[in-house]
């Protein structure tokens, strides 16, 4: 009888069944056919408890229509019928003032986004695959297998040939240390904000809200301690740290920061979102924190938002939306990017096989939950008619996929790796133009972890994309597990010959063609 067992008598199964596997744990499931109806409540459960004054808006400007209606004889003749009746007065009045209350109180705060500045390292800090793989051999930690296994990372990871290590780590041998990695940290920060500063003409004593995030590097005092003292913030500035929060952590960031300017009125929140790459560089051989090594590099953001009213002429973007998921109740998701000590008590981060498929459960949460905030009508009506025949009514039908190509102009997705762009590009039913401030990011700056988004949003406005009243939608992920989204809205369209951003100066050579993921394996396969 034939041999049934698909695993050979060397205890490997084939390879084509190795290859189907490989091909599972790196490919995101098909979020938008398998939709929980939870999720779809909870969007709509946040546009209802966010749109009490959109209730009240359409009453007060109904009753201001009526009133302006009104000629001086109906005034006089309703004034003369009023002062007889003191009761009806009171009434009205009280009621007026209480429906104007309502309106204001329960009315958010716009927050504008000023402007934005993303730092560029010098030319010295430029860090080639060659430059890599020269000073990952120099260190003389790793082994020759191990080596090799990061040359094929680096080729298939979709980074090119100008992307920035600091000085610590391009040394040779690396010196990872306590002063180095504040030395990065300062560099990157303070010439993200120096250009932010120069771009605004906002003084430093006028920014009242400070939020920092650095996800692995966490000193005393803290990062946004340092900014304090660097620039001399004023003493009652509301400051906060956030770390280990991963590559999201940029998301929340704008999220805590617009919470605050809700109850703190005229004011200026400087958001900074950066990683240090100084301190966690592995020198190990654990080959899942071996990858973070050949996708993060060096950079950092500097984002000014404002809730004066003043400020919304000359701002860039005011923000729509954000949401934010966690999926941190489940041990699977909590533990598929871990910091931890290997066997020899080097500490790195590592990935998990489980990490694309905790990342699409995120992202389908995350996604479903902002489709009833951002989508149009048509498709709400058409993605909510045949979800609930699938799923109350048991219908055999395909599901709708919603097309969120008609409720954004702009997509920036986290730069995480090339494998997950291609799998979003293909879930989302996006086109390469949609894609390409996220491709380029990744070739020209490698994954910045929370300040990525920015990079792509400065691509956005350095090709002249940006026009007044086109939507940006930016979604990131990160440890915990994460996922969390952004929704922007143009004021004005952007003068790219007017920008000072990092790609500017090199912006005509892009976009260049990076191969996918699934053609850089045919080409292997190949050759």
């Keep these: 009888m034939a041999d049934t067992n698909p695993i050979s008598e060397a205890g490997s199964p084939p390879p084509d069944t190795t290859n189907q596997q490989r091909r599972r744990q790196n ?63 009171v009434l009205c009045s009280v009621l007026l003032v209480f429906l104007a209350t309502l309106y204001f109180t329960t009315r958010p705060r716009a927050v504008y986004l000023v402007d934005f500045a993303c730092y560029k390292p010098d030319p010295a ?3 080639t695959r060659e430059t890599f793989m020269d000073c990952s051999s120099l260190a003389g930690t790793f082994t020759e297998e191990n080596l090799s296994f990061q040359k094929k990372i680096l080729e298939r990871s979709g980074l090119g040939q100008s992307t920035y290590f600091p000085e610590a780590v391009l040394r040779v041998p690396p010196n990872p240390c306590m002063a180095e990695a504040r030395k990065e940290a300062e560099m990157v920060m303070f010439g993200a904000i120096d ?29 946004s301690a340092m900014i304090v003292n660097h620039y001399r913030l004023r003493g009652n500035i509301k400051s906060y ?22 109850v703190h009125p005229n004011s200026y929140a400087l958001v900074v979102s950066t990683e240090n790459i100084t301190l966690n560089w592995y020198f190990g051989n654990d080959r899942s924190k071996l990858v973070s090594n050949c996708l993060f590099r060096m950079g950092g953001a500097a984002v000014l938002l404002s809730n004066r009213r003043r400020d919304r002429r000359r701002s860039k973007y005011q923000l729509v939306h954000t949401v ?51 989508l149009p009508m048509s498709e709400q009506l058409l993605f909510f008619a045949t979800l609930v025949a699938r799923k109350l009514f048991k219908m055999n039908i395909k599901p709708y996929i919603p097309d969120f190509k008609l409720a954004f102009e702009h997509f920036c997705i986290h730069a995480g790796g090339r494998a997950v762009l291609d799998e979003l590009e293909k879930n989302l039913v ?11 990011t990744l070739y020209r700056f490698g994954n910045t972890s929370s300040s990525s988004l920015w990079y792509e ?71």
């Excluded at 250009?195 to 006028?206: I, N, Y």
């Excluded at 996006?430 to 380029?440: A, C, K, V």
């Design 430 to 440: 996006l086109t390469e133009w949609h894609m390409e401030p996220s491709r380029m």
């Design 195 to 223: 250009q932010l500063l120069e771009k605004t003409g906002v003084k430093a004593k006028d920014i009242g809200i400070l939020v920092v995030n650095c996800s692995l590097f966490n000193p005393t005092p803290s990062l």
């Design 324 to 374: 934010r998921t966690h999926k941190g109740y489940d041990d699977r998701a909590f533990g598929c990017v871990y910091q931890e000590e290997d066997d020899t008590g080097r500490v790195g981060v590592s990935l998990s096989k489980d990490l694309m498929a905790v990342a699409g459960e995120a992202l389908k949460t995350n996604i479903t939950t902002l489709g009833p905030l951002v």
């Design 27 to 89: 490919t995101l499931p098909d979020f938008l056919q398998s939709v929980k109806l939870k999720y779809v409540k909870l969007g709509y459960h946040h546009v209802i408890s966010h749109a009490m004054y959109l209730l009240l808006a359409p009453l007060v400007a109904l009753v201001s229509a009526h009133l302006s209606t009104l000629t001086p004889t109906d005034i006089h003749q309703l004034w003369d019928q009023l002062q007889y009746n003191l009761v009806t007065v």
């Design 241 to 262: 740290n956030l770390g280990g929060m991963g590559c999201s952590a940029g998301i929340i960031s704008i999220d805590l920061a617009r919470q605050l300017l809700q």
């Design 457 to 527: 949003l400065a691509y956005t406005e350095a090709k002249g994309r940006v026009r007044k009243g086109d939507r940006a939608w930016q979604i990131a992920f990160g440890s915990g597990f994460k996922c969390n989204s952004a929704v922007w809205r143009a004021l004005r369209t952007v003068n790219p010959k007017m920008e000072k951003n990092p790609w500017m100066d090199e912006i005509d050579g892009f976009p260049v063609h990076v191969p996918k993921v699934s053609q850089v394996a045919s080409s292997n396969n190949v050759n």
């Design 125 to 127: 800090r430029m860090c």
